[in-house]
T-cell receptor, first 113, second 110 residues
Framework: GQNIDQPTEMTATEGAIVQINCTYQ??????LFWYQQHAGEAPTFLSY????GLEEKGRFSSFLSRSKGYSYLLLKELQMKDSASYLC??????????????FGTGTLLAVQP | DVKVTQSSRYLVKRTGEKVFLECVQD?????MFWYRQDPGLGLRLIYF???????EKGDIPEGYSVSREKKERFSLILESASTNQTSMYLC?????????FGPGTRLTVL
């Protein structure tokens, strides 16, 4: 089967660092994505990993370990505007689709003053 | 600037009605997708299309159909709306390594 697990909710303090974990079991692997979704809005793309290691983009970094079926999103210097849901998604290799993603249920992050 | 638009932000329909949700992208993407998003279930793929007139079922196609007559437009059709189709519907269009989402349509079926 196909399964993506991430924590339902997290709380962190403004200015701190938070790590959101994602584990996956999918039919093949062809990339892992992180999206941010503010309440009532559409998801927006944050990062993409296909090889093992860390990808850094400003205050956000994403890590991938394919052998462990594991990724994390690291948010540094947290700001109040980072309060949102963070969605982990995996692109498998089945189904013949060129870009079909399987999404986790999302982690709702609350940043407190 | 990248743009995916959906025909309505909010829609209220009655059980048994035929419902059309329209999505238009201006990025010349070949891939387009329809998802629904429900609390605790996340984003689930209903249908996708990788070319004009081509379509493939996603994970939850039952009760839905789609149409892609032009590259920029991908329509989701509920042939006979039911209350369990009350949800947020998100359209996306995509490159190989990124999908761009529309603002969503919150559909309520009474």
């Amino acid at each position: 089967g196909q399964n993506i697990d991430q924590p339902t909710e997290m709380t962190a303090t403004e200015g701190a660092i938070v790590q959101i974990n994602c584990t996956y079991q999918t039919s093949g692997f062809n990339g892992l994505f992180w999206y941010q979704q503010h309440a009532g809005e559409a998801p927006t793309f944050l990062s993409y990993n296909v090889l093992d290691g860390l990808e850094e983009k400003g205050r956000f970094s994403s890590f991938l370990s394919r052998s462990k079926g594991y990724s994390y999103l690291l948010l540094k210097e947290l700001q109040m505007k980072d309060s949102a849901s963070y969605l982990c998604a995996v692109r498998g290799t089945s189904g013949g689709a060129t870009n079909k993603l399987i999404f986790g249920t999302g982690t709702l992050l609350a940043v407190q003053p | 600037d990248v743009k995916v638009t959906q025909s309505s932000r909010y829609l209220v329909k009655r059980t048994g009605e035929k419902v059309f949700l329209e999505c238009v992208q201006d990025m010349d993407h070949e891939n387009m997708f329809w998802y629904r998003q429900d609390p605790g279930l996340g984003l689930r793929l209903i249908y996708f299309s990788y070319d004009v007139k081509m379509k493939e079922k996603g994970d939850i196609p039952e009760g839905y159909s789609v149409s892609r007559e032009k590259k920029e437009r991908f329509s989701l059709i509920l042939e006979s709306a039911s209350t369990n189709q009350t949800s947020m519907y998100l359209c996306a269009s995509g490159l190989r390594n990124e999908q761009f989402f529309g603002p969503g349509t919150r559909l309520t079926v009474l």
